[in-house]
């Protein structure tokens, strides 16, 4: 199979497979890059292969960075342009059942493909556009399937986060997996707990961005994944529940993602920190989920309060509220904005008072200025006063009055 035209993305790095190939080496794009262009999906990196050998490499090109040497990778400065260049290689070892113990630099493209993952991960491509099929991934493509390369258990066993790797696939692009890949993952499903959650967690959050996510919550509760990562584990049945009541439904955020678990698994503000902060979620994350959180949780029983729009925000408002959605179905956005767009201020940088006027108006210093300014911050949201420096001066005054 031949692709007749390339994206642009390929042109530039095409040029670099060339000049290695005029040194008598092979050189091939690979994995990702090959199938998500043959899916006419949006490309995000160019993965570089080579018979080259890292020293070899450097011989061709005069300026390079040793990126990953150590595992065949050379970071290539071309035409002002950078390139990462792999060289072919087999794994051996895996003890920490992620990373292998030794790398073998090889010079046969069909022993570095068949150390990958999924059948459709193990393609591989020439500059002129001429697809390299070993492993059947074409066909599988084709059938919408997600298939380890040759033995599963032995993928899995070698690195165990292909098993979140293999549902993340699926959802992304809608496919399904394989039988035996998913006998496999069965099998395997204990090996998860040797994996960082910081490594589970990134798999985890592009599964639920994907195409099809309870698909993908579905099939970790079948291979029994579920049962062996943090926190989640203990909430099968409303996780169960989740997928009943939204069988389809496209998240677009991360913080969309951990809101509607949050909202699923009735997770107060404690709980869902927790839960957070095990994930090793960086704290804007945090923060900004539990503030939608509350807001979508409050939007399931009634309309907001100005304060709780205010304190929420437009972008986490539109957050929250396509959560909440799946739960009410009688929210309406535009409304929501247009009550939004009615608040006299947006954020407390609008007010038209601050900390430094109060105390050139003879306020003393400390912790009861800032209960004031809330005060007065609270009021002109409400309406209950005009954002207008004299008219607020007054109210603080009547809140705080100065002492003889």
Known sequence: MQIKELPPEFLDAKQVLQKIEQ??????????????????????????????????IKQIFPITIDTGIEH??????????????????????YQDYR??????????LKEDLQRRDFTINALAMTATGDVIDLFSGLRDLDQRLIKAVGDPEQRFQEDALRLMRAVRFGSQLDFCIEKQTLVAMY????????????????????????QTPMHG???????????????????????????????AVRLKTNVE???????????????????????????????????????????????LTAWELYQTGWVLLQQSAHVALLYRSTIS?????KQYQKLPIKKRGELHINGKSLLKAGFTPGPN??????????????????????????????????ED
């Open 23 to 56: 040194h008598g080496y092979q050189a091939y794009f690979v994995g990702g890059c090959v199938r998500d262009t043959l899916l006419h999906k949006e490309l995000h990196d160019v993965d570089l292969a080579t018979s080259a050998y890292p020293a070899e």
């Open 72 to 93: 065949g990778t050379i970071t290539v400065r071309y035409d002002r342009k950078s390139f990462e260049i792999t060289t072919f290689r087999t794994e051996s070892g």
């Open 99 to 108: 990373r292998p113990d030794q790398v073998t630099f090889v010079r046969s």
């Open 187 to 210: 099998h395997k499903a204990a090996l998860l707990e040797k994996i960082s959650i910081e490594r589970i967690n990134a798999e985890f959050s592009k599964m639920m961005l994907g």
């Open 217 to 247: 919550l579905e099939q970790m509760i079948k291979t029994k994944i579920l049962q062996h990562i943090p926190v989640l584990s203990a909430y099968e049945p409303q996780l169960q529940q989740l997928i009943s009541h939204v069988p």
């Open 257 to 303: 993602v951990w809101t509607l678990l949050a909202v699923a698994l009735r997770l107060n503000s404690t709980k869902l920190k927790h839960l957070l902060r095990t994930w090793k979620n960086s704290n804007q994350l945090l923060n900004e989920t539990v503030i939608a959180t509350q807001a979508a949780q409050t939007m399931c029983q009634r309309e």
């Open 333 to 337: 956005l535009a409304r929501l904005q």
């Open 369 to 402: 200025l800032g209960q004031v300014l809330e005060q007065l911050e609270k009021s002109v949201v409400a309406g209950e006063l005009p954002n207008d420096t004299v008219a607020l001066l007054k109210a603080a005054q009547k809140l705080n009055p100065k």
